[in-house]
């Protein structure tokens, strides 16, 4: 049987968003939900997409 994945959860550390593969911001092989998230938040940016906080 096989399974298709849709959503997985952002690759950063910190971050509690789930988030469908074909919106995600690919980095380096990973799935992030938004470009604050797929940079590290180099720039102390929160996350973008929702109130989880992460930064």
Do not use: F, P, R
């Amino acid at each position: 049987m096989a399974v298709t994945i849709n959503q997985v959860k952002c690759a950063c550390g910190t971050c509690l968003c789930v988030i469908s593969i074909e919106d995600a911001v690919i980095k380096d092989d990973k799935a992030y939900c938004c470009e604050a998230c797929a940079n590290g938040h180099s720039n102390g940016e929160a996350c973008t997409q929702s109130v989880c906080g992460c930064a």
